[in-house]
């Protein structure tokens, strides 16, 4: 048997190691989960004689993937339910028949889910739709922007909403054009419904048992392994979440290295506990807070200071929907400052991310903490000035990778083409010197990160071929860094991850073709051969 500490050599026909200067190595040792030494193969044989070796080929090597900004606890729920993406269902008719085939296995009174739907791609449903679909049975389709949702008749009875329901604050319940109850329920009218980490009250869905989560994580943490993740955070946990992934770890099933932002609503728990930014290991790590402020970019509702493009789009005045007062926003990230914390803030629109930057300021001038670098979460819409105020701060923006490539034309016809010039303005961010890190917010965006690279390469719609703000396009070798040393950065782990280098975690993808050499519009199809975290194979491809 061979020693523990004995390195295994890996070599391939190109390694993107990402150390900064000179030539590429040809091989890298991983020795107790970790790059012990890069090199050419017969420098590294020499000095590890007897070392076994595996030869990738003719592949080429990234270091592992780390989506910055991504749900893996929600995706744990959402796997257990309908998948109503336009993936899966290409038109409304073929959603309601999903949904009504789930209805003839379901008991009669059970909630009928399902998420991912995309009114864009598939078409608009109403209460009444589903209604038909589900006549005896509450349902609940959750947009794929996860900020608003549609119920039927029978879920808003099940809910306590009528027409004289008040809205809760930072939500809505949309109407129909005679006024009446459309079935949607609208940011803060969903979360307390559905997201248990943001919810204030009880919900009456069903929560899954943990035993069923449990068994939705560990799909979800195949399925991004398959994709290339190695690390993640997961952006909105709260303390069963937190139960869930430590279950995971502690059955040694946990392979997926993941940070967490705890809800803002659950923040009391680990100030009780001392738990906070950096607590815990390479595995398992407390990232920071998550709180929000306005609406979503594919559900028309972010916060903006001038109106959309498209007169549908964004509420009753156009401009979106602030989720959380100003008051409340400022002492949020008062309190987590003060803290010594790292607080991420959801904030699309340009007007919300003003706010958020009058928040962090206001809170280094109380107390200044040199060196805590706070996030902006998506940090879609910016411009001149936002950027100033994020580089003067050391703020980390974590911007949508892929929603470019997954969108496509419909955010010229929502936003505008001059505002789409300075949406996921990753080019912007790296000129500027603002940290940017790589994110896909699935389920509200495609999980693939090559995908997303390819997005930020190419700025064009992977369907329609539009071109949405292409002066934002990024070069490949920036949009991988982006989505390694960037989100590294984001999570405070970029001394150790990140890089094929000796002291790195032996986080590495072996990909069928290199990144920065493929055609930009094929670099999401390029085939993910195998997957490694701390030196350890968690996914090969099936046909080798």
């Not at 946990?237 to 392979?255: E, F």
């Not at 009780?272 to 609406?295: H, I, N, P, Q, W």
């Not at 109106?307 to 005045?317: K, L, V």
């Amino acid at each position: 048997m061979i020693d523990e500490t004995t390195p295994v050599l890996h070599r391939a026909a190109h390694i993107v190691s990402q150390r900064g200067s000179g030539p590429e190595p040809e091989a890298f040792a991983v020795a107790e989960g970790s790059i012990r030494a890069t090199g050419p193969v017969a420098e590294l044989r020499d000095r590890f004689p007897g070392a076994p070796e595996v030869d990738h080929g003719d592949a080429t090597v990234i270091p592992g993937l780390n989506d910055a900004h991504i749900h893996l606890a929600m995706a744990a729920t959402d796997l257990l339910h309908l998948d109503l993406s336009a993936a899966a269902v290409a038109t409304t008719d073929a959603l309601l028949a999903t949904v009504t085939a789930e209805a003839a296995r379901t008991a009669p009174g059970e909630w009928i889910r399902g998420s991912r739907y995309d009114d864009a791609k598939t078409g608009r449903i109403t209460r009444h739709d589903l209604d038909r679909a589900a006549p005896d049975h509450p349902a609940l389709v959750v947009h794929v922007a996860g900020h608003w949702g549609v119920v039927n008749s029978t879920g808003l009875r099940a809910l306590g909403i009528d027409e004289d329901t008040p809205a809760p604050d930072g939500g809505d319940f949309g109407r129909d054009a005679d006024g009446r109850l459309d079935g949607r329920l609208i940011e803060r009218a969903l979360m307390n419904v559905v997201y248990p980490a943001t919810a204030r009250g009880d919900s009456p869905l069903t929560p899954s048992s943990p035993q069923d989560r449990l068994r939705g994580l560990l799909r979800a943490q195949e399925l991004w392994h398959a994709a290339g993740l190695t690390s993640i955070c997961d952006a909105l946990i709260a303390p069963d979440d937190i139960a869930l992934l430590r279950t995971a770890r502690d059955q040694g099933r946990l392979t997926m290295r993941t940070g967490m932002l705890l809800s803002i609503d659950h923040y009391a728990k680990a100030q009780a506990l001392g738990v906070g930014s950096g607590f815990g290991d390479d595995l398992l790590r407390f990232v920071g807070v998550k709180a929000f402020l306005d609406g979503a970019i594919g559900g028309r509702t972010c916060l903006l200071a001038e109106p959309y493009a498209d007169p549908e789009c964004g509420g009753p005045d156009g401009h979106g929907l602030q989720t959380t007062s100003t008051e409340e926003l400022f002492a949020q990230v008062r309190e987590v400052h003060a803290d010594g914390n790292r607080i991420g803030v959801h904030a699309n629109g340009d007007s919300a991310i003003r706010l958020v930057l009058d928040a962090f300021e206001a809170a280094q001038r109380e107390t200044p903490r040199p060196g805590l670098r706070h996030r902006i979460e998506h940090c879609t819409l910016i411009d001149d000035g936002i950027l100033a105020r994020m580089k003067a701060l050391d703020a980390i923006a974590v911007p949508f990778a892929g929603y470019a490539g997954y969108h496509g034309g419909a955010l010229n016809t929502w936003y505008g083409t001059e505002r789409t010039e300075r949406m996921f303005a990753h080019r912007s961010f790296l000129d500027a010197g603002v940290t940017v890190a790589g994110s896909s917010d699935y389920p509200c965006g495609p999980y693939e990160p090559l995908l997303g690279l390819q997005s930020m390469v190419t700025r064009e719609g992977i369907e329609d071929g539009a071109k949405v703000g292409p002066t934002q396009r990024v070069t490949a070798a920036e949009a991988l860094r982006i989505f390694t040393l960037g989100s590294a950065e984001a999570e405070g782990t970029a001394h150790h991850k990140g890089r094929i280098a000796p002291g790195h975690l032996a986080d590495f993808v072996v990909l069928g073709e290199n990144p920065l050499t493929a055609d930009p519009h094929g670099i999401a199809a390029i085939p993910v051969r195998a997957t490694y975290v701390g030196g350890e194979c968690v996914h090969e491809e099936a046909t080798r």
